[in-house]
């Protein structure tokens, strides 16, 4: 490397580390990189992550129980009830990150929905404990019951609560992890390599919370009742939000850009608008473009993404018209800029790795359904005096995780990054990709131990113990660590400045149809097989899955599973990344190529 070269680079390592974003104190006045930022205010965020998952997944986890047992829905429509719930707060979750992006920023969703998630708590905490607000006590077991449903004021009541917990939940689960994110910036190097130890960070809080919530709340439920239960869900959620208020003062918070749908429609109205016109074959011709690649930093850093080739018909909305031989000023409508149009190929290209991870998170949904069911079935005692709650099988992964995840972080990162030289060690999208394999297993061993449990039960009145199911949830947990976090860091990464709730948000939109798509197989399957069965019966029709055949629904999972990563191999190697989002380290061994090399190095020479 020569003298001029090296000063190039020099150069460029101090302005990155000189210059800071956009954002802004809690008085909205420029950060100092000295005071604001930085793990220790991402601590205060996982800290509100920690204490809001453990609300909410005390609810979650054990919630086909109340419904089941205290509001007298059928098994079915308590498995549907729960997967549904769950799938509105991660839907619900676009809303967040846009109000988050558009006109609130992150602090203030958080705060505010926070509050409302809280509301949403205590209002199940008071139904439960008040018996005129619900159905008479039954049992949905007992054959000789005829248990009422529960209806009019008591069903407004319960859906009203559950949906306001949805509402607050799934506004700020995309906002915590952005806004956590944010406390670093992607630009600087050495921020870069914090920004991957946060988000296995986050995962270990996520961890920590799932499991206080699947072994002392799930306690407390089964011991003390649902209210009490709810109860405590409220008082973590609360406690939470201190969390979140405690690191106002150290916060860089990243201030709202207006809508973010409006840029990206204007995208898709000029390019049809132009869609007549000829694209020229000099893409430095098209508006706004970032033509040289030692720009590349100062390229990333102000917010500009380079043109690439993919999804080439869009570029049409940058092509300026001529009219008299005069350049004339177009509407933003009619013309927009190439960083403005490669937001919109990010997003469009990152929606078949988003699919993917669709079938994932309906496995998930089984875990958190008719798994629990399989344990209320099995034998759950460790003790003459002390038994298991079948929900809290759940947290047999986040045992395992509390101790992997630090050997993760501590151990693979650094010796994967020596071999790969990336700051995470693996690239997000071979995270991800490790996960849906290892997914696939998860089924595979809870359909297994489901037709032993059920072979037991009918031929030999055996009950098994509750800790053959233990498997499935160990799997399961494993391949969470590897998608969920890698997911999140993907979508984060390609996202532009005032764009990152919105397209975090998109993760958790994936456990959204992963649920929805869970009652619709659990409908589906049940219509299929009723109508080739003898008896009229489908396979999960019935509330005593001795008489279903749950094993083989786990099958079909299994199968769609491994399929669905096959699928992930091609959208993972068709993926590529635009230039501008690459780590600095990459775009300055670009930046030596560059100088001394006459070959162009594009996002078609770039693997994920």
Known sequence: MDIETNSRQNFKRESMSLVE?????????????????????????????????????????????????????????????????????????LVGGFLSDSYLGSFWTMLIFGFIELSGFILLSVQAHLPQLRPPQCSMLSAGEHCLEAKGFKALIFFAALYLVALGSGCVKP?????????????????????????????????????????????????????????????????????????????????????????????FVAAFTKRNQVRPSNPEMLHGNQAHANHMITASSNGSLHHTERFRFLDKACIKVMQDGTNNKESPWRLCTVSQVEQVKIIISVVPIFACTIIFNTILAQLQTFSVQQGSLMNAQLTKKFQIPSASLQSIPYIMLIFIVPLYETVFVPLARRITGKDSGISPLQRVGVGLFVATFSMVAAALVENKRRKSA?????????????????????????????????FYKQSLAGMQSFLTAMTYCSYSFGFYLSSLLVSLVNKITSSSSSDGGGWLSDNDLNKDRLDLFYWVLAALSLINFLNYLFWSKWYTYNPSLLPTSYAEDRDHQSFSSSKHIGPENIVP
């Open 458 to 490: 009918l031929e030999s009145n055996e009950i098994l113990s509750i800790f053959w199911i233990a498997p499935q949830f160990l799997i399961f947990g494993l391949s969470e660590m590897f998608t969920a976090v890698g997911l999140i860091e993907f």
């Open 175 to 267: 906002n915590i992890i952005s806004h956590g994110a944010d406390q670093f910036s992607k630009q600087d190097p050495r921020q870069s390599k914090k920004l991957s130890t946060y988000f296995n960070t986050a995962y270990f809080a996520f961890s920590v919370g799932e499991l206080v919530a699947l072994t002392v709340l799930v306690w407390v439920q089964t011991r003390s009742g649902m209210d009490v239960g709810f109860g405590v869900s409220a008082a973590a959620m609360a406690m939470g939000l201190i969390s979140l208020i405690s690191g106002t003062l150290v916060y860089r918070n990243k201030p709202p850009r207006g809508s973010i749908l409006t840029p990206i429609a204007q995208v």
């Open 21 to 93: 974003d956009d954002s802004v104190d809690w008085r909205g006045k420029s950060c100092k990189l000295n005071k604001h930022g930085g793990m220790r205010a991402a601590t205060f965020v996982l800290g509100l992550l920690a204490f809001e998952i453990m609300a909410i997944a005390a609810v979650g986890n054990n919630l086909i129980t109340y419904v089941f047992n205290d509001m007298h829905f059928s098994l079915s429509q308590s498995a549907n009830i729960v997967t549904n719930f769950i799938g509105t707060v991660f839907l619900l979750s």
